[in-house]
């Protein structure tokens, strides 16, 4: 079992910044692909962005490239999402997610899940 805790949700103005943490136990963190999803109210949960164990290859959302980043440290079993120039579309929940394989990650399959943290852009 992995237990995953986000932190860093907030309220922010169009254009701010935020950066989320995601704190990993139970088992070895470095094994896991990690990742960061969200879900706007009322809509389906999308990806944002994911990383491999070591901290390559990241894959990052069209909608976020270039203003998102996504990091990890298997030291501090912790991974990061730094959001930058943010937009009221932004909006919504964001979880993070693990998976020791990346397909079932990939497809927002992932076997361990977050309970979430609220980001809200106001515009």
């Known amino acids: 079992q992995v237990q995953l805790v986000e932190s860093g949700g907030g309220l922010v103005q169009a254009g701010g910044s935020l950066r989320l943490s995601c704190a990993a136990s139970?088992?070895?963190?470095?094994?896991?692909?990690m990742g960061w999803f969200r879900q706007a109210p009322g809509k389906e949960r999308e990806f944002v962005a994911r990383?491999?164990?070591?901290?390559?290859?990241?894959y990052y959302a069209d909608s976020v490239k270039g203003r998102f980043t996504i990091s990890r440290d298997n030291a501090k079993n912790t991974m990061y999402l730094q959001m930058n120039s943010l937009k009221p579309e932004d909006t919504g929940v964001y979880y993070c997610?693990?998976?020791?394989?990346?397909?079932?990650?990939?497809?927002?399959?992932?076997?361990?899940w977050g309970q979430g943290t609220q980001v809200t852009v106001s515009s």
């Open positions: 139970g088992r070895t963190f470095s094994n896991y692909f």
């Open positions: 990383i491999g164990w070591s901290g390559f290859p990241t």
């Open positions: 997610a693990a998976d020791g394989v990346m397909e079932r990650l990939r497809n927002g399959r992932a076997d361990y």
